[in-house]
């Protein structure tokens, strides 16, 4: 039976996540349930794609995972049923998918409409608990998902800041910034493949400039800025044993220069 | 097997919290733990009592909710078995049923005094890891709640201010704010059948006015403060995409008027 | 089937938790997961060994414990399998297990150097989701320890202050303070054992003394400061129903006296 995984905007701590979860082992007695995380800023669709591009190709296949950052509730707005890859997904259709749809396209998309599926009477305002967490919770006691509605053709897509090439010279920009204050930015390693990693290569954001890339954290001193290829596979600015943000007032948006 | 919900004011993250999980899966290695909210404010019975009053009643029948907001642990209040519908409670007898119990009379109330079905040696600031995590363990595995100790008449009650209802006003109070900023009242969906929800109803808090009472979010635009019934059947303030406690400055207590 | 713990610093909400889980589950689809804590303080190696001695030797036998505090990722740090008690661990060499080990010397140590048990290709900065959470699951499954690797004879070490007594006096240290603002001294209760509790001792720290150790909160009135030894086992000071270390503006570190 595969496992389903929740990613929200709650907050952590939330009731409205307990309430998914009681409707979900209500219909699936035996579910797993994973918490992705409900700490996406409220309403940030962007920060929920990327969150979802992160972590979910790590799970069994057939996982399903229940995103929920929903500005549009109770509009017409569509809620999807997409497979992409090996992952299956129950969300709104509002650009959640788009990060990952971009790079493997889905191979099956079916918009929820059959009420027989959800909880009844359907609120206006909380369709997660309502719509998406009981068919998440029948999905995984193998309702064929094509009984769920009619298929549709594509997603919702967004546009993604893509960093710039040119000779000897990669602009990107900080994407995200961990718990670590760790500086997470959109130049993937693919895009470093050719670029000396050591002291001829120079990174540079918010006006600090780092020589080379590091294989981790360790092989420099505790308070030294360092750049490295993170463990998902982007480049990161790090402050060993302390934290980029705070030392560098850095944001998200801000640039990061490559330059060799 | 019933799951085992927790409820706490322990904070997220609290080592407490892995203490009584510890205890419950060491008598039973199978069972199905839920956290349903760690983040009640210390010491605040009140709003445990709201917490589970909202979300409790969607559990799957027979789930066992143990919930610890215990100021007078090792005092002589007592800790009590109670069933209520269709769910069943571990909690102190401290007013944490009062506002389901007003509602559905307990159908079953056990003060927990056998000291055998307890973790021995007992600690005197603990009970929820000593008491009633192994006293939930033993319930999911079918234990019969009389053998727990005596039955009891009935529970502390505590009283809760109520909407004033006058021909075309009703008055009420912000409850609760939740994580997204929206400010939910005590007037429930009950009280405003009989209102007319277009333009002739204002809705009024903290010196701010709003005609009308919407669906949903999206029928306004971002930004803009919203009346609607809420997912669990309260009256809300709302800023679309925003956060109205922010905006308003609104705290718990404060009124809520409607008038048409 | 033993549970699995994750005890990390990565903070509530981190999606680099639910990578753990993710790896777990595509191993070991039936594993039971607790988290402990992810709120470890970034690197904080000591707090994390506080963590695991006061909590894991509640857990049911075997059960596998992975911490993650691992501020030497990706260098000579040796990631290790231990046996303590009842209780394994899987984590890196740094201190971790130094509190526990302590008191009960490991019965097993061996060092992780089978990367057949490990995800591929490994990361250089994050072993828990590439190391640790694999090894971990399949030790669920029942792998023999001795597989993973080499016997080591020893773990590293950290120093902890120790409390110091003379005739009719002791000293130690606040070493942590709980959710609830409660201090928690260093000062175990069989340090206590020939120390009277009534008002012939008293109990200073921050400039504020108490005369006298109860037994629990309730002993006391709403804001009274209290000297108690709490639930694991530790001298501690309390505000009753209130916050000690907002009142007293106490920090770890600051000394703690008993004396009668």
Redesign the interface.
């Known amino acids: ?1 595969p ?1 389903i ?1 929740l990613t929200t905007d ?7 996540v ?2 998914m ?3 979900i ?2 219909i699936n ?1 035996a579910a ?8 996406v800023p ?2 940030d669709v962007r920060r929920g794609a990327r ?1 979802l591009d ?3 190709a ?3 296949a057939d ?1 399903i995972h229940v995103a929920v950052i929903d ?5 017409d ?1 569509g809620i999807v049923y997409v497979r992409i890859g090996r992952q299956q997904y129950v969300c709104p259709d509002n650009g959640l998918l788009a990060l990952m749809a971009r790079r493997t396209p889905p191979s099956q998309i079916i918009r929820l409409t059959e009420p027989g599926y959800w909880l009844q009477p359907v ?4 369709h997660g ?2 719509i998406m967490a009981p068919v998440a919770a029948r999905l995984s006691l193998g309702l064929e998902p094509s009984l769920l509605g009619e298929t549709q053709a594509g997603l919702l897509m967004l546009d993604w800041p893509e960093p710039t090439q040119s000779p000897g010279r990669i602009e990107g920009r900080i994407e995200e910034i ?3 204050g760790n500086l997470i930015s959109n130049i993937s390693e693919l895009l470093l493949a050719e670029v000396p990693h050591d002291h001829r290569t120079t990174v540079e954001t918010c006006g600090r400039k780092v020589q080379g890339i590091v ?5 420099r001193s505790p308070g030294e800025l360092v750049a ?1 290829v ?2 998902s596979g982007w480049l990161e600015l790090a402050v060993v ?1 302390g ?1 980029a943000a705070d030392d560098l007032a850095a944001m998200v948006g801000d640039a990061v220069t490559v330059t060799w």
Chains 1, 2, 3 share one sequence.
């Open positions: 039976m496992p995984t709650f907050h952590h701590g939330s009731t409205y307990a309430a979860k009681a409707v082992l209500t007695p797993t349930i994973v918490d992705v995380t409900h700490d409220p309403q969150v992160e972590v979910t790590l799970f069994p996982t500005p549009g509730v109770g509009t707005r609120s206006a305002t909380f608990r309502d961990d718990s670590f294989r981790t954290y360790g092989e490295l993170g463990s044993n934290n």
